[in-house]
Nanobody
C-alpha cells in the first residue's frame, strides 16, 4: 500500500487549502484514513479521521474549520482547510489503518507541507 499526499503549499492567514491523499495497492475494505500534522519541534497530532463507512472524528481545535472526506471509488481522502492561521503551519501526513481479517496494519504517507503566513 502506498499513500501520496498533495495539495500543500504557502497560503496567507485566512486562506484555504485542500489536501488530498491517494491510496494505491491492495487495500482491505475495513479501513480508517487519518490526517495527522506535525509542526517543527512538536509531536505529531491527530487532525481528523474517517472510516470506510463514513464515521468521522476531529480534533477539537479543527472543528468548524477543517472538513475531512473520502471517495472510496478513488481510494482518496481529502482535507478541506478553511480560515487557516499561522498555527496551522505543519507537515500534514496521511495515515491508513486497515484490517486484513486477522490484524490491523498501518501505513504512512511522506507528508505535504502547509505554511500559513501572517
Amino acid at each position: 500500500v502506498q499513500l501520496v499526499e498533495s495539495g500543500g503549499g504557502l497560503v496567507q492567514a485566512g486562506g484555504s487549502l485542500r489536501l488530498s491523499c491517494a491510496a494505491s495497492g491492495n487495500i482491505h475494505m475495513i479501513n480508517v484514513m487519518v490526517w495527522y500534522r506535525q509542526a517543527p519541534g512538536k509531536q505529531r497530532d491527530l487532525v481528523a479521521r474517517i472510516s470506510n463507512d463514513g464515521k468521522l472524528n476531529y480534533a477539537d481545535s479543527m472543528l468548524g474549520r477543517f472538513t475531512i472526506s473520502r471517495d472510496n471509488d478513488k481510494n482518496t481522502m481529502y482535507l478541506q482547510m478553511n480560515n487557516l492561521g499561522p498555527e496551522d503551519t505543519a507537515a500534514y501526513y496521511c495515515h491508513l489503518e486497515e484490517f486484513d481479517g486477522r490484524a490491523w496494519r498501518t501505513y504512512w504517507g511522506q507528508g505535504t507541507q502547509v505554511t500559513v503566513s501572517s
